[in-house]
């Protein structure tokens, strides 16, 4: 990120190493959660789609600040589509999200196993000390 100026009557960029700092912060945290998406299946099979997934995040962050241009929201907006981001971008890549049944299996509780009364039996035994 760069702070734009003029010296001497030139335009001069310098570093704004805090903005960079933030915004490579802000890039590692979109590109952690875009990884979680169910897509991210596809794009792991799929390495030349990784650089599109980091164009992806920048053109995010990008397209989301007061600055962004048509250009920038229309780029977005292709990358989305290469990467199954949108409804039409399912359909070209001839994706369909299902739904993940086993996930909802596992964060179901466990129903308590029937009891036999053997163990409550045998407890008894052990625990009676009149012997």
């Keep these: 990120m760069f702070i734009e100026g003029i010296e001497n009557g030139r335009p001069v960029k310098q570093l704004d190493s805090v903005a960079s700092e933030e915004r490579k912060e ?3 945290a979109l590109w952690d959660q875009v990884w979680t ?3 991210a299946c596809a ?3 799929e390495r030349w789609r990784w ?3 980091a164009m992806w995040v920048r053109t995010f ?3 989301s600040g007061p600055e962004a241009k048509a250009a920038d929201k229309t780029a ?3 990358f989305g589509d290469q990467l199954g981001l949108t409804p039409a971008g399912l359909r ?3 994706w369909a999200i299902a739904r993940d049944e086993l996930a909802d299996r596992r964060s179901d509780p466990e129903p308590a196993a029937p009891s036999t009364g053997k163990r409550e039996r045998r407890m008894r035994a052990v625990g009676d000390g009149d012997g």
Excluded: D, F, K
């Design 26 to 28: 802000s890039e590692l």
């Design 37 to 39: 998406y169910p897509q």
């Design 43 to 45: 794009w792991e099979r």
């Design 51 to 53: 650089n599109i997934v």
């Design 61 to 63: 962050l990008t397209a």
């Design 76 to 78: 977005l907006h292709r």
């Design 92 to 94: 070209e890549n001839g």
